[in-house]
Each structure stands twice: as C-alpha cells, then as structure tokens.
C-alpha cells in the first residue's frame, strides 16, 4: 500500500521554538508539497518541491522554509515558531503532468503553538 | 490565477439518498481531482478527472471541461461519506500544485 507518512499526528510547541515537520513518501513521486489547513480559509500551499533540492515557494511561504535532500522526503521548518502558525498541515506528493498526476496526502499534523 | 467554487458549501442527508456536489472552474484545466476528508482529517484521491465520466462503487464524477464545471455524484449515501469534499484544480495548465475550492460539507444521518 503506497504511503506519504507525517511524523507526527500532534505537535505541541512553544512560541519561538524551531520545528520541523517531517514527511517521508514510498512512491518515488518527483513532486511534494506542503499545505496547510485552517478553517474557512481551506487548504493554501505553502511550498512544493519538484525534485532534489529544488524548492518553490506557494501561496503563504512567510515563516516556513523547506529541505529535500532526498527524493523520498521533505520537511518544513517553522524557523520560530508563532501563535498564527497553530494550523493543521498536510504533505502530499504526486508524479508530474502526464506521468499520472494524481495527489496522495498524509495524514496531517495538528500543531498548537503556545 | 484559476478560482475554484464548490456548492453546496453544506449538505444534510438521510442514509440512503442521492446527491450531487457541483465544482465551477474559471480557467480551462487539465487536471481536475475530488477529495474527500475524513472527520479526523485525512485526505483521500477519490478521482483524477479532466475530462468525461469515472466510476468508482458509488461515486462518479464528471467533467465538462468545455463548460468549465464539474460534478461528484454520491449514490445510496452512506454515514461514513460524511466529511469534506474538495475539488482542485491546478492554476494554470501544465502546473503541477493544486488550488483548492473551499469544500463541500456533508453530513449523513442515519
């Protein structure tokens, strides 16, 4: 069964701490992405990556950054964490236009910054 | 960039009925996906559908790339297809992230 697994499901951190979100795929898909999820704002795209240590920023990229240093994983760091970045994040991966497109996500991290 | 708009934004059902969820789309697209989350959040594929008609048990979709719509047909609901339906589609042809409508709230009582 083909996975995209996030580390952790909840996360509780301290405003100001550095956080890193991880995300692991099976699938050697040659596209990830990070979103996240707030209500009524759905789902904005933070950044995605193409390839190896190739980054593009999304949407609301403000106070993330992000490392591929292997094709199978991407993470997002939230360099200090802040009270507005409480939000559920999703990692998905997906093979390019063509190849068969098709989205798969994680589970979700629900992160709380106190 | 494309706008992505989903009606209803919420749906009661009794288990058992039918229903259709309605995504418009202001760009032509190549890559058009439902999704459907779970109530504990998790995220799953239900269709990659740029164009025509898929099945899948009892769901269908379809898209009429022409018209700029598509639909996501729910038969014989059942309470465990409660959750959010997202539609998505990506900004610009050739683009490889996704813009999210803003969902479709479905609840199914028994």
């Known amino acids: 069964d083909v996975k995209v697994t996030q580390s952790s499901r909840y996360l509780v951190k301290r405003t100001g701490e550095k956080v890193f979100l991880e995300c692991v795929q099976d699938?050697?898909?040659?596209?990830m992405f990070w979103y996240r999820q707030d209500p009524g704002l759905g789902l904005r795209l933070i950044y995605f990556s193409y390839d190896v240590k190739m980054k593009e920023k999304g949407d609301i990229p403000e106070g993330y950054s992000v490392s591929r240093e292997k094709k199978e994983r991407f993470s997002l760091i939230l360099e200090s964490a802040s009270t507005n970045q409480t939000s559920m994040y999703l990692c998905?991966?997906?093979?390019?236009?063509?190849?068969?497109?098709?989205?798969?996500f994680g589970s979700g991290t629900r992160l709380t910054v106190v | 960039g494309i706008q992505v708009e989903q009606s209803p934004p919420d749906l009661i059902l009794q288990e058992g009925a039918n229903s259709t969820l309605r995504c418009n789309f202001s760009d032509s697209v190549n890559n058009l996906q439902w999704f459907h989350q779970n109530p504990w959040g998790q995220l799953i594929n239900l269709f990659y559908?740029?164009?025509g008609t898929k099945q899948n048990g009892r769901l269908s979709a379809t898209t009429v790339a022409t018209e700029r719509y598509s639909l996501l047909y729910i038969s014989s609901s059942q309470t465990t297809d409660s959750g959010v339906y997202f539609c998505a589609a990506p900004p610009r042809r050739g683009f490889q992230k996704l813009v999210f409508g803003t969902g479709t709230r479905l609840l199914v009582s028994p």
């Open positions: 699938m050697d898909h040659e596209n």
């Open positions: 998905a991966s997906s093979q390019p236009p063509g190849q068969g497109a098709v989205y798969t």
């Open positions: 559908i740029p164009s």
